[in-house]
């Protein structure tokens, strides 16, 4: 039986910064954005806009009466979800009216969460082949005004559709995961920003993709020429073409130039989003499967997802007949050009507007937000949401 990704959406505000304004700014030369970490645009979520909307508008996009009767499973990846007890899947199980007989939980560890939720998913499938399990990857990634990881923040979210027989990609049982305790990024419960050690980070997540490449080589018996691509976690763009470079000569040239050529076109929607932590895999994965026009049916892609702390894990996925018919390049393109520029005030203004955490009351204005599913604001401690179309 063929388990994998049946459906993809994804959402990001409608707000954006540009990184060369931001550059200017801070008396940076853009180039060290553009090029040196390789991004163009910041996704700058709204108040309005949170893990929870982020992720329920990128499933509502994709999902079909039919889904949502099947759907008896929703599992959360994040790691700037909105509640210490309560998941975020149960959120936006209600504000999407999904089947009410279904598991909802929230999985984290750093940037790996959305992972660990898709191989949950298929265990639950093997055992339930009529079931579909919705995973959600969904994160704001916030360092600060003026930080050296500023450049590096974003928002927004993805949503897989993981079926039997599914449409886009059947994913393959060889995988192989690591787990070390490294303190190269954390955020602890008392900080809504977060922490780095960028150079170990850096450090780590090649000397994972090494690590995690030479054992799956030998487990496998697969090397560089059996794929078409390879779709990495971009917390920047240029952080994956680091790890592909020590092992890129085990290729031929012409699997080479293929696998590099692709590894670019699978970086334009993050660079245009910036890092969205549990989604940053799947946004890479959905540039490739929409840009690329001339990818073909029985392609293997292989993914890398690395959360920090650190969980790595590397597995490949076969591309379906059909596939292209089930993805939505066009909206996705509507969206990115519906989007609004910010000024640098703006964005300052809007990343130091944030929810009291006193227990007051406070309604929000969602009339300015272009999205279906917001935050209305929070009573009693607890957050109020709106699907306005629901």
């Given amino acids: 039986m063929k388990i994998g990704i049946d459906k993809i959406g994804f959402y990001a505000p409608h707000l954006y910064l540009d990184m060369t304004k931001l550059a200017h700014s801070r008396n940076v030369d853009p180039d060290k954005f553009t090029i040196g970490i390789g991004q163009e645009k910041m996704a700058v979520p709204p108040i309005t806009q949170d893990a929870v909307t982020l992720a329920a508008n990128a499933a509502s996009e994709i999902l079909d009466e039919a889904d949502k009767e099947a759907i008896d499973f929703v599992i959360f990846g994040t790691e700037t979800g909105v509640d210490s007890s309560k998941s975020a899947a149960v959120y936006v199980h209600e504000l999407l009216g999904l089947n009410p007989y279904a598991r909802a939980i929230e999985v984290k560890q750093a940037c790996y969460g959305a992972t660990a939720g898709i191989q949950m998913a298929i265990g639950h499938i093997a055992m339930n082949p009529d079931s579909k399990v919705l995973v959600l990857g969904s994160d704001i990634s916030r360092y600060g005004i003026a930080t050296p990881g500023e450049a590096t923040q974003g928002a927004g979210a993805v949503a897989l559709l993981i079926s039997a027989d599914p449409q886009v990609m059947a994913l393959e049982d060889q995988s192989v995961y690591f787990t070390s305790d490294i303190m190269d990024f954390w955020r602890p419960v008392y900080s809504d920003k977060a922490f780095a050690d960028g150079k170990l980070s850096n450090e780590q997540y090649i000397a994972f993709f090494s690590e995690i490449w030479n054992r799956y080589k030998e487990k496998s018996g697969l090397g560089l020429n059996d794929f078409e691509g390879i779709a990495f976690h971009l917390p920047y763009t240029k952080m994956g073409k680091k790890a592909l470079k020590p092992v890129i000569d085990e290729a031929d040239n012409d699997v080479q130039e293929r696998l590099k050529e692709n590894y670019q076109i699978s970086t334009e929607y993050n660079r245009v989003v910036g890092n969205i932590y549990t989604g940053s895999l799947y946004l890479s994965l959905l540039s490739l499967l929409e840009l690329k026009s001339d990818l073909k049916a029985g392609s293997r892609i292989g993914m890398f997802s690395y959360g920090s702390g650190a969980v790595g894990e590397f597995f490949t996925g076969i591309l379906q007949d059909g596939f292209r018919e089930h993805l939505r390049a066009a909206q996705h393109r509507n969206m990115f050009a519906s989007r609004k520029e910010v ?48």
């Fill in 343 to 390: 000024t640098v005030p703006e964005y300052e203004a809007i990343f130091e507007e944030t929810l009291p955490t006193d227990g007051s009351t406070v309604k929000l204005d969602t009339n300015n937000d272009p999205a279906d599913i917001c935050l209305a604001g929070i009573s009693d401690d607890k957050r109020q949401y709106v699907n306005k179309v629901k």
